[in-house]
């Protein structure tokens, strides 16, 4: 399988900490994506790390990206209540010319207030 | 922008019924669609892949003659379940993406089917 693996497969924090959620993948890819998905919702998606970069921001999100370790990690600083939810990260395939994704298990995230 | 949305939202049926799913990208072209199913706390696996005017690719295990994929205009691929079975209750979730290899992927809000 191609799929990511996200690791922890839940974690629980209180407000204002800091959350992080790891991510490993099989093959070789062109970008790895981070979603989030609210219960019985849709995906969100949050940001896009191609493989040539190694860190990217948006707002209190950090991705990190480590191609020759096939693993990701996302960060989310000072985390509120409403970032209660799971995140996925998915992973696409090099050798593919469909720009299908494949995603992990996800990580539930829960904060307290 | 990049808004997809998928009607209906929820759909009960009986076994041995086909149900139809409608995936819209509102305010783009979308050259391609992902069918997507969640079973409860587990993750997403790609069911197909569906280009406007041709055949859908399947990804290995999906039944095409189960899970009919038409793809007939650029902003609207449906997913029709056919002779529904209760282990074939899941959340169906489609995407689209603006084109090209590495692009991001907007997902519709997703379909909740139980069948009885």
């Known amino acids: 399988s191609q799929q990511g693996e996200e690791d922890p497969q839940a974690l629980s924090i209180q407000e204002g900490e800091n959350a992080t959620m790891n991510c490993s993948y099989k093959?070789?890819?062109?970008?790895l994506q981070w979603y989030r998905q609210n219960s019985g919702r849709g995906l969100v998606h949050l940001i896009l790390?191609?493989?040539?970069?190694r860190e990217k921001h948006s707002g209190r999100l950090r991705v990190t990206l480590d191609t020759s370790k096939k693993s990701s990690s996302l960060l989310i600083t000072a985390s509120r209540a409403a970032d209660t939810a799971s995140y996925f990260c998915?992973?696409?395939?090099?050798?593919?010319?469909?720009?299908?994704?494949?995603f992990g298990r996800g990580t539930q995230l829960t904060v307290w207030p | 922008g990049a808004v997809v949305s998928q009607h209906p939202s929820r759909v009960i049926c009986k076994s041995g019924t086909s149900v139809k799913i409608e995936c819209r990208s509102l305010d783009f072209q979308a050259t391609t669609m992902f069918w997507y199913r969640q079973f409860p706390k587990q993750s997403l696996m790609l069911m197909a892949t569906s280009n406007e005017g041709s055949k859908a690719t399947y990804e290995q295990g999906v039944e095409k003659d189960k899970f009919l994929i038409n793809h007939a205009s650029l902003t609207l691929s449906t997913l029709t379940v056919t002779s529904a079975h209760p282990e074939d209750s899941s959340f169906y979730i489609c995407?689209?993406?603006?084109?090209?290899?590495?692009?991001?992927?907007?997902f519709g809000p997703g379909t909740r089917l139980t069948v009885l």
């Open positions: 998915a992973t696409d395939d090099r050798g593919s010319t469909l720009g299908r994704l494949y």
């Open positions: 093959t070789s890819i062109n970008n």
């Open positions: 790390i191609r493989s040539n970069e």
């Open positions: 995407s689209a993406t603006l084109g090209g290899l590495a692009d991001t992927q907007y």
